[in-house]
T-cell receptor, first 116, second 114 residues
Framework: GAGVSQSPRYKVAKRGQDVALRCDPI?????LFWYQQALGQGPEFLTY????????KSGLPSDRFFAERPEGSVSTLKIQRTQQEDSAVYLC??????????????FGPGTRLTVT | GENVEQHPSTLSVQEGDSAVIKCTYS??????FPWYKQELGKRPQLIID?????GEKKDQRIAVTLNKTAKHFSLHITETQPEDSAVYFC?????????????FGPGTRLSVLP
């Protein structure tokens, strides 16, 4: 079946621009995660949704970062007034119901954001 | 704070040799430890995982061992092949009030030389 998809795959933004990154999780997956992966580093947690509820946003690096999942399926990560340090790959992952012990996360291909 | 350390950061082996990557974690409540393989420009993919009630798990050429007392776990790849070349990430769960989350290690770049 279809896996997690993300769009766009690549995004170049000028410093100060706003960007919106989209994630389509696997159909029926309740849990959705956003990660930021800097070059040569492991994924770092940004935020977590269970259905439409954002239960954890402790990893968002600043108030310029905002995420939503209004209908409990597609999610959007928005970054306002982008800065060069925002350049990274943004990964989305989904899973069935993380809380219940179904821990495997399925990752999307990521969006590579470059801020110039 | 809660973190996962991973060693070595780079590893080169000859084809057919074994490779071992080690991770340590800090949260004693962690109970699930996955390993992901990430090829250049591609998404991380789960290759093996282990839960805290098990000490070892094997899947063909890949095995993972867990020592909960010492809070470390290791990935073992035997009879390495060039297609095993990739970056490998370990992770551990962190307990949260809504369930659990992941913290990832910094990764190990494995190169298998033909």
């Amino acid at each position: 079946g279809a896996g997690v998809s993300q769009s766009p795959r690549y995004k170049v933004a000028k410093r100060g621009q706003d960007v919106a990154l989209r994630c389509d999780p696997i159909s029926g997956h309740v849990s959705l995660f956003w990660y930021q992966q800097a070059l040569g580093q492991g994924p770092e947690f940004l935020t977590y949704f269970q259905n439409e509820a954002q239960l954890d946003k402790s990893g968002l690096p600043s108030d310029r970062f905002f995420a939503e999942r209004p209908e409990g399926s597609v999610s959007t990560l928005k970054i306002q007034r982008t800065q060069q340090e925002d350049s990274a790959v943004y990964l989305c992952a989904s899973s069935t119901l993380f809380k219940r012990g179904d821990y495997e996360q399925y990752f999307g291909p990521g969006t590579r954001l470059t801020v110039t | 704070g809660e973190n996962v350390e991973q060693h070595p950061s780079t590893l080169s082996v000859q084809e057919g040799d074994s490779a071992v990557i080690k991770c340590t974690y800090s949260d004693s409540a962690s109970n699930y430890f996955p390993w992901y393989k990430q090829e250049l420009g591609k998404r991380p993919q789960l290759i093996i995982d282990i839960r805290s009630n098990v000490g070892e798990k094997k899947d063909q050429r890949i095995a993972v061992t867990l020592n909960k007392t010492a809070k470390h776990f290791s990935l073992h790849i035997t009879e390495t092949q060039p297609e095993d070349s990739a970056v490998y990430f370990c992770a551990a769960t962190l307990r949260r009030n809504y369930g659990q989350n992941f913290v990832f290690g910094p990764g190990t770049r494995l190169s298998v030389l033909p």
